[in-house]
């Protein structure tokens, strides 16, 4: 876990000193922040938690934090999660053609990222290219359903 989570924050910082984003304090923070969370966060949530761990001169906002996520987001380091929006960090960012499902259990909220190898999905890109016209652009997609620890419980 400890090692995952070291490697979405370096991950992270070298993503944003790339784009050339500096690496402010409130963006710090919601990195750890999202790097410990297990389960997709509001933007009202991350403002909760990061406000904890900023003393005052460095107050985050909620503008801020949306400010925040959506560049997190065009950069592929945090993924929406539906029904509500809510933000995960992505857990292979070390990754960058091999398609992405995200999938979201709907008893007990966990969102993870599971990496499909080119050759179970190449049946179902070719079936909505050719059978339906839509081309898939984005790498990632979502299911909705219920996961191996809410399934076994009683
Ligand atoms: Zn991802
Ligand atoms: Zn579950
Ligand atoms: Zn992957």
């Known amino acids: 876990m400890s090692k995952s989570t070291s490697s979405f924050k370096d991950l992270c910082l ?4 790339e784009s050339g984003a500096r690496l402010t304090k409130p963006r710090l923070a919601l990195i750890d922040c999202l790097a410990a969370a297990r389960v997709p966060l ?3 949530e991350i403002l909760q938690r990061t406000e ?7 107050s985050i ?3 801020t934090v949306y400010r925040i996520l959506d560049r997190f987001c065009e950069l592929g380091l945090v993924h929406q999660v539906a029904p509500n929006g809510d933000y995960i960090a992505c857990t292979h960012l070390a990754c960058s053609a091999s398609p992405h499902i995200m ?3 709907t008893s007990c909220q966990t969102a993870s990222e599971i990496h499909v190898p080119e050759a179970v999905l190449a ?3 070719w079936f909505l290219k050719d059978k339906n016209g839509f081309e898939p652009k984005e790498h990632l997609f979502q299911l909705d359903g219920t996961c191996t620890r809410c399934k076994e419980a009683p």
């Open 14 to 17: 070298k993503t944003l000193k």
């Open 42 to 44: 509001s933007p009202k």
């Open 52 to 58: 904890l761990s900023l003393d005052a001169q460095e």
């Open 61 to 63: 906002d909620t503008v």
């Open 103 to 105: 999938t979201f259990c």
């Open 123 to 125: 049946p179902m890109l």
